[in-house]
């Protein structure tokens, strides 16, 4: 894999090492590049990369003719990444909904998600007792809806998600897990074109969608309705609109730079430092979907502040490389005002919006929870300017943020974030013990049978990304690869944050909002196995066996911890086969 644009310098007229700190030059000898020693060319080159063409060779193997060859290369950009989703897709809607059951925190959302559709508020369902959720799985949405506003900690988006599936399949295992189910789906597509145009690669965009395919925790997630997976998918959908932003970015900037006698496109210092990028709809798109995020569950937050920053500095690199004398200064001048106005006051107008239902609620005591507290607890003090509805949802927000920093009941399956990395403490789901002949245990098997859905990821995935966060560190701190840096970006910004409540009662399952980035940080590390276009080709053959066995043991892994991401009866023996670790039982 070769360095992009933003890891090489063109300056004309300037040494390779001129200028350079000594520190850079003792960096040198770790694999410090920060200007790749290269021949000054086209700088549209580096400001637009091409992506890569298959070799001649493979088609020649194959046996496709030129023609033939050229339509597969063309296609393989949208045919590639479509083929891994139709994978994802037929595995994660497979038997969707099984188990018949009210799983784990599906108790809370689901019922919540009918609740927001029918009557825009969240509702108590105590009036059921504890048989609320038999009685929801046997009326198949006659229950009637209560009218009790209940207390709850997470904004709408995410429920109302889930709320269409039920409105469209019914009140029932299948239709509230449909829309995580497809979200899961299409974000294995997302993921596959992401991949694609970071790495210019089809090959490690559709391995990138691949491996996310075959993790049990991203599948897991799309078949049980919880939060987390909606919130990934608006995360990963945001941070490929910022990609596909940059590249418009560096598109524009490249064709607005001067050609010289010779045709190439050199660096141009006026230019570069007081070009104006204009309007940015997919810099927009990304703040629409960074609040929806955030309206999913409060750490989008995180993910937006991260990503505003990622943005802003991929403008600096932009400027930097067409010649920028001063691209700090310049981002600072053209470009920060426009990306802060298209990120964050974008997300909190969305965000509001998302209450939109609670808002318009009677304000009589009959609607959403808290929504007549400017009316009554809250009546008089220095905000009482503001409309009623507002200082209401401030008030609400407020009672909710004190929850969450103060949650530390314990439970069974909560986890410190330091284990997450490498599946410390798994959550199950959904456990039940059939007997032989029964619930698809095996008439033979001698003892009763387990059948559980364990959200965890696939070990070897997730064991293999430790590695590859390294090599994606390295890469961004000693190659100045871009692409490592956002990915590293992407990690940070859904794990560490988890670090500064680690007191608090949290779930490995929170960690599939940054699964993606491990998954690209895994393809980028098998691209550097496989080795660049350059290389031997024993050294290609090598590389490329080795990343081979990598995926297929990736794969094989899935398919041997399929029982317990699906929750299908075995054997009580083959299920203590597979807990790996005394922690995961």
Not at 349 to 360: P, Q
Not at 509 to 532: D, E, R, T
């Amino acid at each position: 894999m070769t360095s992009t644009a933003s890891s090489m310098d063109l300056r004309q007229g300037q040494a390779p090492h001129e200028g350079r700190p000594s520190w850079q030059r003792r960096l040198r000898r770790f694999g410090y590049a920060p200007g790749k020693d290269a021949p000054a060319g086209d700088v549209r080159d580096l400001l637009v990369p091409p992506y890569a063409q298959p070799s001649p060779r493979l088609w020649r193997v194959l046996g496709a003719s030129p023609v033939l060859a050229e339509r597969l290369t063309r296609w393989s950009g949208w045919g590639g990444p479509l083929l891994v989703t139709l994978l994802a897709g037929l595995t994660r809607f497979w038997n969707l909904g099984s188990p018949r059951a009210v799983i784990f925190d599906e108790t809370y959302y689901a019922k919540d998600a009918w609740a927001l559709v029918h009557r825009g508020f969240e509702v108590s369902w105590d009036q059921y007792g504890k048989n609320a959720n038999d009685m929801v799985l046997q009326q198949h949405g006659g229950l009637a809806v209560p009218t009790d506003a209940a207390y709850v900690v997470h904004p709408p988006v995410g429920k109302y998600v889930i709320g269409l599936g039920e409105l469209l399949f019914g009140f029932d295992p299948f239709g509230w897990r449909f829309m995580t189910a497809l979200l899961g789906t299409l974000s294995v597509l997302l993921l596959c074109r992401i991949g694609r145009r970071m790495f210019r690669s089809t090959f490690l965009g559709c391995l990138a969608g691949a491996l996310m395919a075959v993790d049990g925790l991203h599948f897991v997630m799309s078949r049980t309705s919880l939060l987390d997976g909606v919130l990934m998918f608006f995360v990963v959908a945001a941070f490929g609109a910022l990609v596909v932003d940059r590249d418009r970015a560096r598109e524009r900037l490249a064709a607005a730079l001067p050609a010289g006698p010779d045709g190439r496109v050199r660096p141009d210092a006026s230019v570069a430092d007081t070009f104006r990028f204009g309007w940015r709809p997919w810099r927009w798109t990304a703040g629409v979907l960074l609040g929806l995020a955030v309206g999913t569950k409060w750490n989008g937050l995180y993910v937006l502040a991260a990503f505003c920053v990622m943005t802003v500095l991929w403008d600096v690199g932009t400027r930097k490389v067409a010649g920028a004398r001063h691209p700090y200064l310049a981002v600072l001048k053209y470009d920060t005002g426009a990306a802060f106005v298209a990120t964050i006051p974008v997300a909190l107008v969305v965000y509001v919006a998302s209450w939109t239902g609670w808002i318009l609620s009677p304000t009589d005591g009959t609607g959403g929870y808290y929504r007549d507290w400017a009316a009554t607890d809250g009546r008089g003090g220095t905000w009482s300017f503001l409309p009623d509805w507002l200082r209401s949802l401030w008030h609400y927000e407020h009672e909710v943020y004190k929850f969450h920093v103060g949650l530390d009941q314990p439970h069974t399956y909560q986890s410190n974030p330091w284990s997450w990395i490498v599946l410390g403490r798994p959550v199950s789901y959904f456990y039940e013990s059939p007997g032989p002949g029964t619930d698809g245990c095996p008439a033979d098997a001698g003892e009763k049978c387990a059948r559980e859905v364990l959200a965890i990821g696939t070990p070897l995935l997730w064991w293999a990304a430790c590695f590859a966060i390294a090599y994606v560190l390295w890469r961004w701190a000693l190659r100045r690869d871009w692409r490592a840096g956002a990915i590293a970006c992407g990690i940070a910004a859904g794990y560490l944050p988890w670090f500064l409540y680690q007191e608090r009662t949290i779930f490995l399952f929170y960690a599939v909002v940054f699964l993606p980035f491990l998954c690209l940080a895994v393809a980028m590390m098998a691209g550097a196995i496989i080795g660049p276009p350059r290389s031997t080709d024993t050294r290609r053959v090598i590389g490329a066996t080795a990343a081979g066995v990598l995926v297929l043991l990736i794969a094989w892994n899935f398919i041997y911890f399929w029982p317990l991401y699906t929750g299908t009866a075995i054997p009580i023996d083959s299920w203590r086969s597979r807990m790996w670790l005394d922690t995961w039982v």
